[in-house]
C-alpha cells in the first residue's frame, strides 16, 4: 500500500497593520502522511493508526472530511504561539482527504484553502500556507506579494501560549474613523514597501492601531521582544498572528545580533520565507 506525504509551511499573521488580511509563509513545517484508500474498505479503518496520533488536528480534520486508514502528522513547530498551527493543520488534513479520494493536487489545494477558512474564519495563516510567500487576502480571494528583497526571519517562541478565541475577544466592535484610516495607510505602505524592497520604509509602516497594542498589554514580555529586535537592527517587527511569538525582518548580517538580544525565556527560531507552500513530497 503506497503512501502519501504533505508538506505544509507555519505561518506568520498580520504583519502588524495587516489585521486578518495579510500572512507570510515559513521554512518550519507540517508534515502529513496518509495511506492510499483500499477500495475495499467500506469506513474508516483507522484501527492500525496510532491512537495519541488520532489527536492531532490534522488527523482529526482527516477524519471529517472523510480520510480513512493510517495517517500521522508531525509539526516542527508548536501550536497556541502565534505560527498557524491549526491553519497548517487544517490545509493538510482537507486536502490529504481530497487526494485520497481522487482529487487532483490543484483541486485539492483549492478545497483545502475554501473549507480551511470557513473553519479558521479568516484566510491570512491558510493562504500563506496553501500559496506559500507573503499574501494578501480578502474573504477566500489569495494573492501573492511580490518581493523586493530577500530577507531573513527571525521568530522569538516563548513556551507560554496565547488562545487565538479568547485573543480575539479582547479586540474592540468598533474601530474609531482615525485607526482605521491610519492602518489602511500603514498596511498600503507595507505592501509597496515588500514589492519594492524599500527596507528603510518596512519599520513605520509595520505598526497597528487595531489589534497589537491590546494583545501586547495581555504579553508584556512579548512587547519588550518586539522592542529588543527592533534595537538589534531588525527592519520591522510586529506580534505573529495572535502571539505571544514575535516576528522581524532583517538582512542576514543582522541575524546573530537580534537573536543575541532576544531573552532566554523563549527560544529564538531564524528561518524564511517559504516560496512552495503546500506541496506533495
Not at 482537507?94 to 475554501?114: H, V
Not at 505571544?244 to 524564511?272: E, F, K, M, Y
Request: glycine residues 12%.
Amino acid at each position: 500500500m503506497s503512501s502519501t506525504t504533505l508538506r505544509v509551511p507555519a505561518s506568520s499573521a498580520n504583519l502588524g497593520p495587516g489585521f486578518d488580511a495579510l500572512g507570510m509563509a515559513l521554512t518550519s513545517y507540517l508534515d502529513f502522511t496518509f495511506h492510499d484508500r483500499n477500495p475495499d474498505d467500506p469506513g474508516n479503518s483507522d484501527s492500525d493508526s496510532d491512537s495519541s496520533n488520532e489527536q492531532h488536528l490534522a488527523v482529526r480534520t482527516f477524519r471529517a472530511h472523510g480520510g480513512v486508514g493510517v495517517a500521522t502528522a508531525h509539526a516542527a513547530f508548536p501550536g497556541g504561539r502565534g505560527l498557524g498551527f491549526s491553519g497548517a493543520a487544517r490545509v493538510a488534513g482537507i486536502a490529504g482527504a481530497q487526494l485520497q479520494q481522487g482529487a487532483t493536487f490543484g483541486e485539492s489545494r483549492t478545497a483545502s484553502l475554501r473549507i480551511a477558512t470557513e473553519l479558521e474564519g479568516h484566510a491570512d495563516n491558510v493562504g500563506a500556507s496553501v500559496f506559500g510567500g507573503i499574501v494578501a487576502v480578502s474573504g477566500t480571494t489569495v494573492v501573492s506579494i511580490p518581493l523586493g528583497m530577500d530577507p531573513e526571519v527571525v521568530l522569538w517562541i516563548p513556551q507560554t501560549e496565547t488562545s487565538t478565541k479568547r485573543s480575539r475577544h479582547s479586540l474592540p466592535d468598533d474601530v474609531p474613523f482615525g485607526d482605521a484610516v491610519f492602518n489602511i495607510a500603514a498596511v498600503s505602505v507595507l505592501v509597496a514597501a515588500l514589492a519594492a524592497g524599500d527596507t528603510r520604509a518596512l519599520r513605520a509602516a509595520c505598526v497597528d492601531r487595531i489589534h497589537q497594542d491590546r494583545r501586547f498589554a495581555a504579553a508584556p514580555e512579548s512587547l519588550n521582544v518586539y522592542n529588543a529586535m527592533l534595537a538589534a537592527g531588525s527592519w520591522c517587527a510586529w506580534l505573529s498572528g495572535s502571539g505571544p511569538s514575535v516576528a522581524a525582518l532583517c538582512a542576514p548580517d543582522a541575524v546573530g545580533g537580534i537573536i543575541a538580544a532576544l531573552p532566554n525565556t523563549g527560544r529564538p527560531l531564524h528561518c524564511s520565507i517559504d516560496s512552495d507552500g503546500m506541496r506533495l513530497l
